[in-house]
Each structure stands twice: as structure tokens, then as C-alpha cells.
């Protein structure tokens, strides 16, 4: 198959808070021609520290990503991880100096024009979308979560009522994250990524997002997808970012 091209965009909004601590990146390199790191990142523990963890993962990606070739991380996979791990260090280093506790969600994807590979700690999702169906959706590592993956169902719907935004893992924490990790190694024309805040996917069903994503551009359904979320929200809702990237046929010879 001819290589296919990649269209993408992101979007932010601070919601109903005082302060905007998502952040959200498009990242290219020299380093990784013809491919794009794109990532999401949700800030915690205060209004700066927050916006401090959030901030150092979107740089640590970006001189990571910059520096390193995949031939000296080993892979893709590698290269996510060493990302991961040096945002998680130096937010840690951050939260003894400060005395504050920052901690970030960490959602990543390199894409390539035929194939992508991602990670991912906390709840901040990434979804694949082909054609409006969806392929993959990364699983919210938080602790109702981890209730429901043991099978304790009526435990989890109630953390997830008292403790909805509890994580077991992300950058910053006291303990090491625990990235997980995909891959799509033949990706198609119209197949879609979306990754986002839980600002955003809180008012979705996935059927909701993979037929914007399947019907409109990239730029129309981010700026959609941010109005609905802001209608649905209420007056209540939190910061919200997102970053799309479809795949689209090369242009006939």
C-alpha cells in the first residue's frame, strides 16, 4: 500500500476552572521523518503543580522525541517509554522541592503513515477509530477500574461515585507508572485517532465519536466536539483537550 498522508489538529478548553492544566502536542523530528508524536497529558495535585506536570511531560516528549532516534531506544515502544520514564523522574524530583504533589496523565501515540504504536498511563484515553467503528480504546487506569478488572463490579460502581478521579497510576506518583501499551501495524485510509482529557470523553459514547470523526475533518469535529462538550457540561465541566489525526489516500498519480 502507498504510504498515506496524515491530517491532524488538536483543540483546548479550560472548561469551568480557574485554570487550564491539560496540555496537549503534535511533535515532529528530524530525528523520525515521516512521523508525528502526538500526546495528551491531564495535570493534578494543585492549581500550579498541576499545570507544572503537565507541562514537564509535554517538554520531556518533545526533547525525547527531538533527541533520541528509534535505532538508540531500541523501538517505538522503548522511545515511549523513556519518555514516560524521564517526565515521571523529574516530576517527582519537582514534588520534593515544591513540597506539593503534581502527578500527570500520560497518553501517547507515534504515528507513522502506515502504522502507529501508543502508551498510556491514568485515564486519559486513546481511541482507534476505522471507518467510525472502533478498534481500540485504552482503558482508564483508575481505581474503579481496577475493581472492575478483578471482578468486583458492585465495589466499582461505587468508587466510582466516592472516588471517580482516583488513579492508580500516572506520571509523578510515589511509585513507578504502569504504561501499557498498543499498536495498529496496518492502518487504512479513514482510520482515526482521537486522544483526550476526561474533560472530553466524560460526555461521549463511542458510537458519538467515531462517527464525527468518520463524517467530518479533523478540524470541524475538534471544534465540534468542544462545543458539544462544553453544551453537555453544563456550567460544570472540566479543562478538556484533545488531538485527532486521520489517515487519508494519497492523491491519485
Same mark, same amino acid.
Given at each position: ?5 496524515? %491530517? ?5 478548553? =479550560? ?5 487550564? +492544566? ?12 515521516? %512521523? ?9 495535585? *494543585?492549581?500550579?503543580? !498541576? ?11 518533545? $526533547?525525547? &522525541? ?5 535505532? #538508540?531506544? *531500541?523501538?517505538? +515502544? ?9 517526565? /515521571? ?16 496523565? &500520560? ?15 491514568? #485515564?486519559?484515553?486513546?481511541?482507534? &477509530?476505522?471507518? !467510525? /467503528? ?20 458492585? +465495589? ?10 482516583? @488513579? ?12 501499557? &501499551? !498498543? ?7 479513514? #482510520?482515526?485517532? @482521537? ?7 466524560? /460526555? ?7 462517527? @464525527? ?25 472540566? $479543562?478538556?483537550?484533545?488531538? =485527532? ?9
Amino acid at each position: 500500500m502507498a504510504s498515506l498522508r496524515i %491530517s491532524a489538529v488538536t483543540a483546548e478548553h =479550560i472548561g469551568d476552572r480557574a485554570e487550564q +492544566q491539560d496540555r496537549v502536542a503534535l511533535v515532529t523530528s528530524p530525528r523520525h521523518p515521516q %512521523s508525528l508524536l502526538a500526546l495528551v497529558s491531564d495535570g493534578m495535585g *494543585g492549581r500550579t503543580g !498541576g499545570r507544572m506536570a503537565a507541562d514537564q511531560v509535554v517538554a520531556t516528549a518533545t $526533547n525525547v &522525541f527531538g533527541e533520541v532516534a528509534e535505532r #538508540d531506544a *531500541g523501538s517505538l +515502544q522503548a522511545l515511549l517509554k523513556m519518555i514516560a520514564e524521564e517526565a /515521571h523522574t523529574v516530576i517527582r524530583l519537582a514534588a520534593i522541592s515544591t513540597e506539593k504533589e503534581p502527578h500527570a496523565t &500520560f497518553v501517547a501515540v507515534i504515528l507513522r503513515r502506515d502504522s502507529a504504536i501508543w502508551a498510556h498511563a491514568g #485515564d486519559s484515553r486513546l481511541y482507534h &477509530f476505522r471507518r !467510525g /467503528h472502533l478498534l481500540h480504546r485504552t482503558e482508564d487506569q483508575t481505581y474503579a477500574s481496577f475493581l472492575r478488572a478483578q471482578g468486583r463490579e458492585e +465495589q466499582a460502581r461505587e468508587a466510582e461515585k466516592k472516588y471517580k478521579h482516583m @488513579l492508580v497510576s500516572a506520571l509523578g506518583l510515589n511509585r513507578p507508572p504502569d504504561l501499557s &501499551f !498498543g499498536e495498529a501495524p496496518e492502518l487504512e485510509p479513514d #482510520d482515526a485517532f @482521537l486522544l483526550c482529557s476526561d474533560g472530553l470523553w466524560a /460526555h461521549f459514547e463511542d458510537a458519538e465519536l467515531g462517527q @464525527l470523526l468518520a463524517t467530518q475533518n479533523p478540524r470541524e469535529a475538534g471544534a465540534e466536539l468542544v462545543r458539544q462538550a462544553r453544551e453537555r457540561a453544563r456550567g460544570g465541566g472540566d $479543562n478538556l483537550s484533545l488531538a =485527532i489525526l486521520k489517515l487519508e489516500a494519497p492523491p491519485a498519480p
